[in-house]
Every structure is written in structure tokens, then in C-alpha cells.
């Protein structure tokens, strides 16, 4: 299976600040053919389930606010708030569906300094 | 919209079957553009694929390895859902399951989730 790693496991960031959380996949993701990254980027807050935010690493879902954004290719990612809000405050993670295993990283939770 | 509506027993006992029906809403089970995905969440083991369905033709099914001999979905046309069941559960199976529909023809990424049901395997 592809290990999804992330880090930080948890990020605190004032308010208007970058908050930015890394993942690492075990093996590349990127598939050649049509050069798309399988890689989903969700939002989870307590009692709800996951919120997709992110997919093929850097297309935003709709409706997700504009200052969230996902970049990288092959094993290395980012997911980036450019300015965090407090409703932001949750757990992040991402997924990885270049296989069938579709492997999520172990989450990172992101609050408020 | 699209709307996913989770249903089934919150306590299964220790070798017993655990089944989940996820209704669906505002799509077709039996779409060429959508797959049909069950997903766990606990705290020792995290987000857990466990197993999906989908039709291009005809149906397919792909299940987790951690869980392929003992789980079955099912899609059913008739009432526009489909369903999981757990063979011989343990308290490991412990964990709040999700349905969530894979979108696009890849149908990777999970834009629409029920509402998540926890299942508590105890006697």
C-alpha cells in the first residue's frame, strides 16, 4: 500500500496568518499517462464527516474558499490557507487514489495561536 | 444536490454480521460517473478505505485487503442504494462508518459523505 504521511500531526497559527501542512506519499502518485496527481485534500471538524476540499492535488472543489490551495507533484504536497479564519479550525487530511487502497495520511489539526 | 442517508444498528455483537444501508439521493448508484464507497474512522486506525461499487457496464467491486474476505457491497437498483456487510466482527471493527459517493470517472475523491453511523462491536 502508499504510506500518506503528514506533518506537522498538529499546526496552531494566529488568525490572518499561512497555515501550511505537508504530505508524503510512500511512492509517487503522479500518473504518467495523463500527468494528473491522485491526491484529495479534506477538512474534518468534530462530528461531521470529512469536507473535500482538494482533488488532482490543486483543483479546488467547488465552493471551498479561494484561499485554500493545494500544490506539489509525484510524493510531496501541500495544502496551504492563506490567511486562516477561525472557522478553518479543524483536522486536515489527505488521500491518495493513485491505487485502490486509497490511503488517507493520518490527519493534522490545525488551531488557533 | 446530492444526498447520502446512512441507516443500520449502532451495536453489533463479537462474531455477528454488521450490515449498513446508504440511500441515495440526487444520483444514481448506477452511474457510469460516480463510485459507491464505504469508509471507516476510528481513533487506532484513522480514515480506512474499506471497500467500493461501481458500474461501467457492468459492476465492479474492489475491497481493502485488511477486510476482503470478510466484506460485501451490494448496489441495489431498485431503491437506488447500496449496502455493506462486516462478516465475524471483532472489537477492532469498532469505528464510525461512512458512505461516501467517488466522483468523476476516476471517482477517487469523496465529495459527498452520509452522515456516519458508530458501530460499537461488544457483547
Known amino acids: 500500500d502508499i504510506v500518506m504521511t503528514q506533518s506537522p500531526d498538529s499546526l496552531a497559527v494566529s488568525l490572518g496568518e499561512r497555515a501550511t501542512i505537508n504530505c508524503k506519499s510512500s511512492?509517487?502518485?503522479?500518473?504518467?499517462?495523463?500527468?494528473?496527481?491522485?491526491l484529495a485534500w479534506y477538512q474534518q471538524k468534530p462530528g461531521q464527516p470529512p469536507k473535500l476540499l482538494i482533488y488532482?492535488?490543486?483543483t479546488r472543489e467547488s465552493g471551498v474558499p479561494d484561499r485554500f490551495s493545494g500544490s506539489g507533484s509525484g510524493t510531496d504536497f501541500t495544502l496551504t490557507i492563506s490567511s486562516l479564519q477561525a472557522e478553518d479550525v479543524a483536522v486536515y487530511y489527505c488521500?491518495?487514489?493513485?491505487?485502490?487502497?486509497?490511503?488517507f495520511g493520518q490527519g493534522t489539526k490545525l488551531e488557533i495561536k | 444536490q446530492v444526498q447520502l442517508q446512512q441507516s443500520g444498528p449502532g451495536l453489533v455483537k463479537p462474531s455477528q454480521t454488521l450490515s449498513l444501508t446508504c440511500a441515495i439521493s440526487?444520483?444514481?448508484?448506477?452511474?457510469?460517473?460516480?463510485?459507491w464507497n464505504w469508509i471507516r474512522q476510528s481513533p487506532s486506525r484513522g480514515l480506512e478505505f474499506l471497500g467500493r461499487?461501481?458500474?461501467?457496464?457492468?459492476?465492479?467491486?474492489d475491497y481493502a485487503v485488511s477486510v476482503k474476505s470478510r466484506l460485501t457491497i451490494n448496489p441495489d437498483t431498485s431503491k437506488n442504494q447500496f449496502s455493506l456487510q462486516l462478516k465475524s466482527v471483532t472489537p477492532e471493527d469498532t469505528a464510525v462508518y461512512y458512505c461516501?459517493?467517488?466522483?468523476?470517472?476516476?471517482?477517487?475523491?469523496?465529495?459527498?459523505w452520509g452522515q456516519g453511523t458508530l458501530v460499537t462491536v461488544s457483547s
Open positions: 461516501a459517493r467517488g466522483k468523476d470517472s476516476v471517482a477517487g475523491s469523496f465529495d459527498y
Open positions: 488521500q491518495q487514489y493513485y491505487n485502490t487502497a486509497h490511503t
Open positions: 461499487t461501481y458500474y461501467r457496464s457492468k459492476w465492479y467491486n
Open positions: 511512492q509517487s502518485v503522479l500518473y504518467s499517462s495523463n500527468n494528473y496527481n491522485y
Open positions: 488532482w492535488a490543486s
Open positions: 440526487g444520483d444514481s448508484v448506477s452511474s457510469n460517473t460516480a463510485a
